[in-house]
């Protein structure tokens, strides 16, 4: 799988190289600089898919770096490094966009784990070929999304046994009368996968939404309303992906709000 491309912004020399060797050897293109000055000029001229500042750095620090880059790239999808507390100071700027803190000294094989998840996660959707506008997708794909289409949920049932998902969004209007069941079973596959159910605001979907609402209270999955609204589903993969982190992040020793 082809890996992307990480911008680290620290000021300890050794550390610096030290985790440019590392996420080399993973096969990431690496770039790396002494402050969040030079930072913010590369990001000008080239693109990145993951940010890892350190927080305290000379003439620039990595809370201004980090407001900076979301000012001019929203979408920015930036990991912050911190050897000191100032938990308030963390959870601010989670709230605000910051993707993940870990602590130092670094754990590598956590760090890992974390870049992986930012980098590269996956969408698989159940819609039918024009359900969902093609732009949609693009969208995704431009954001760092890997989407996959299939066009049942028979299908989307075998995938599932054999490729984890992040992200699961089932169209309301594949499903036949039986097909509630397969959803079950596709949700007992794996139960910590978001999965949504998308529904047509129109008179006409009242019988599609009875079915999908049937769906919702057996297994605990949510709606999205069509037409999709791009502004909003990339507010909400965004919260879900955070969200992910801070579970990865439990799990091990880094900070979490």
């Not at 980090?66 to 989670?94: N, T, W």
């Not at 609204?229 to 990339?234: D, G, R």
């Amino acid at each position: 799988m082809e890996k992307g491309r990480i911008l680290i912004a620290e000021d300890e020399r050794n550390l610096r190289v030290t985790l440019s060797d590392i996420l080399a050897e993973e096969g990431y293109e690496v770039t790396t600089v002494g402050d969040g000055r030079e930072a913010i000029e590369l990001a000008r001229h080239h693109y990145f898919d993951v940010f890892l500042l350190d927080l305290r750095m000379p003439t620039l620090d990595g809370e201004k770096t980090f407001r900076l880059l979301k000012e001019s790239y929203p979408s920015a999808r930036v990991i912050l490094m911190s050897g000191y507390g100032q938990d308030h100071l963390k959870q601010s700027l989670l709230q605000q966009g910051a993707l993940a803190f870990v602590d130092k000294p670094v754990d590598i094989e956590e760090l890992l784990e974390i870049i992986e998840e930012v980098d590269h996660p996956s969408i698989l959707c159940m819609s039918g070929k024009i359900s969902v506008p093609v732009e949609i997708w693009q969208t995704l794909r431009d954001h760092g999304y890997r989407v996959t289409l299939v066009q049942s949920p028979e299908d989307g049932m075998e995938l599932v046994k054999h490729v984890r998902f992040d992200i699961i969004m089932i169209d309301v209007e594949l499903m036949g009368p039986t097909d509630n069941e397969i959803c079950l079973s596709l949700k007992d596959l794996d139960r910590e996968v978001p999965t949504f159910m998308l529904v047509n605001t129109n008179e006409k979907a009242e019988q599609a939404e009875q079915l999908a609402e049937e769906v919702v209270r057996s297994t605990a999955f949510s709606f999205l309303l069509k037409p999709l609204n791009k502004i909003v589903l990339m507010d909400l993969l965004t919260r879900i992906r955070r969200q992910r982190l801070t579970e990865i992040l439990n799990k091990r020793r880094f900070f979490t709000p």
